[in-house]
């Protein structure tokens, strides 16, 4: 079956201490999205490549940063977590340029920061 | 500034019931409007999408009410299961503009049996 894979799906890491989430899609979607989730909030955007253009959200902070090495792949890195990065991180791809923009998750990551 | 409001109050409902989310949002012109399923501990998975040209739209036990008027969305799943437990997000895409939907904090639904 085609999907959005996550690893790992649990991370621990100590405070500062950089930490890389991996996505991969068997899908072939062009557009593939970070999302951080926080407790009964709403996915929240941080970035998306749409094929090999990044756009990044005004509000992402810098400390986040991402990498698309091919289509099928993409990688979320946080170079110095703080405690309020704890939160699940989800993976999404989507087919781009439809305009109805159906999102397809990965399983998530949640991320500990100690 | 653009809101979307899902009630944040778990929605708690008997197996066999009718269940009724709402999605309420100011602000927004919506080209569309798209409903997911998120169950504990992973990513939500896509239901069902509404157009803004369309007032209901029907999966199965699902349906989709989308008012323009009101600003409202509302998601009904009908003959209600324990298994429909989970948190129901909602989903604006924009019209004219990013093809990116905004989500919804979601509403979580408790079916008892």
């Known amino acids: 079956d085609a999907m959005v894979i996550q690893n790992p799906r649990y991370q621990v890491t100590q405070f500062g201490k950089p930490v890389t989430l991996s996505c991969s899609q068997t899908?072939?979607?062009?557009?593939m999205y970070w999302y951080q989730q926080k407790s009964s909030q709403a996915p929240k955007l941080l970035f998306h490549?749409?094929?090999?253009?990044?756009?990044n959200e005004a509000d992402t902070p810098d400390n986040f940063q991402s990498r698309r090495p091919n289509t099928s792949f993409c990688f979320l890195d946080i170079r110095s977590p703080g405690l309020g990065d704890a939160a699940m991180y989800l993976c999404?791809?989507?087919?781009?340029?439809?305009?109805?923009?159906?999102?397809?998750f990965g399983p998530g990551t949640r991320l500990t920061v100690l | 500034s653009q809101k979307i409001e899902q009630n944040s109050e778990a929605l708690n409902i008997q197996e066999g019931k009718t269940a009724t989310l709402t999605c309420n949002y100011t602000?927004?012109?919506?080209?569309?409007l798209q409903w997911y399923r998120q169950d504990p501990g992973r990513g939500p998975v896509f239901l069902l999408l509404?157009?803004?040209?369309?007032k209901e739209k029907r999966k199965e036990r699902l349906k989709v009410t989308f008012d323009t008027t009101l600003k409202q969305s509302l998601f009904h799943i009908t003959a209600s299961q324990p298994a429909d437990s989970a948190t129901y997000l909602c989903?604006?895409?924009?019209?004219?503009?990013?093809?990116?939907?905004?989500f919804g904090r979601g509403t979580s639904l408790i079916v008892h049996p």
């Open positions: 999404a791809t989507s087919a781009g340029g439809t305009g109805t923009d159906t999102q397809y």
């Open positions: 899908l072939n979607h062009n557009v």
């Open positions: 490549y749409y094929d090999k253009d990044f756009n």
């Open positions: 602000n927004y012109s919506p080209a569309y």
């Open positions: 509404i157009r803004e040209n369309e």
């Open positions: 989903a604006l895409g924009l019209s004219g503009g990013s093809y990116i939907p905004t």
